[in-house]
C-alpha cells in the first residue's frame, strides 16, 4: 500500500486542521493505521492509531482531547483531526499502516507516509 499525507500547514496557536492520509494500492480497510510525528532533533512519536475492524480510537496523552482520529473506508482515507493547537505539537506528521493490532511503536509499522508539516504560531 502506498500512503500519501496532506493537509498539514501554518495555523495560530488554538486553531484548527485536518489531515488525511489516502491510500492506494490496497485498501485502508486492510490495515490497522496510526499517525506519528517527528519535531526537529526529537525522535519520532506516537500520536494516535485507529482499529482495522472497529474503528477504535486510541491517543497519546499528550493529545488526548484535542485530537480525534478517524477512518473512512470508501474513500480510502484515515484522517486526524486536530483541535487546540498548542506551539509544541509543532512537527511532521506521517500516517502508517501495520497489519495485526494497532501499536504505539512506530517499528511495528510496515507502511509509511511521506508526512505532512504542522506548524503553530504563538
Known amino acids: 500500500v502506498q500512503l500519501q499525507a496532506c493537509g498539514g500547514g501554518l495555523v495560530q496557536a488554538g486553531g484548527s486542521l485536518r489531515l488525511s492520509c489516502a491510500a492506494s494500492?490496497?485498501?485502508?480497510?486492510?490495515?490497522?493505521m496510526g499517525w506519528f510525528r517527528q519535531a526537529p532533533g526529537k525522535e519520532r512519536e506516537f500520536v494516535a492509531a485507529?482499529?482495522?475492524?472497529?474503528?477504535?480510537?486510541y491517543y497519546a496523552d499528550s493529545v488526548n482531547g484535542r485530537f480525534t482520529i478517524s477512518r473512512d473506508n470508501a474513500k480510502n482515507t484515515v484522517y486526524l483531526q486536530m483541535n487546540s493547537l498548542k506551539p509544541e505539537d509543532t512537527a511532521v506528521y506521517y500516517c502508517?499502516?501495520?497489519?495485526?493490532?494497532?501499536?504505539?511503536?512506530?517499528?511495528?509499522?510496515?507502511?509509511w507516509g511521506q508526512g505532512t508539516q504542522v506548524t503553530v504560531s504563538s
Open positions: 502508517a499502516a501495520r497489519v495485526g493490532g494497532v501499536s504505539r511503536w512506530r517499528d511495528d509499522y510496515d507502511y
Open positions: 494500492g490496497r485498501t485502508v480497510s486492510t490495515y490497522d
Open positions: 485507529i482499529t482495522r475492524t472497529r474503528g477504535s480510537p
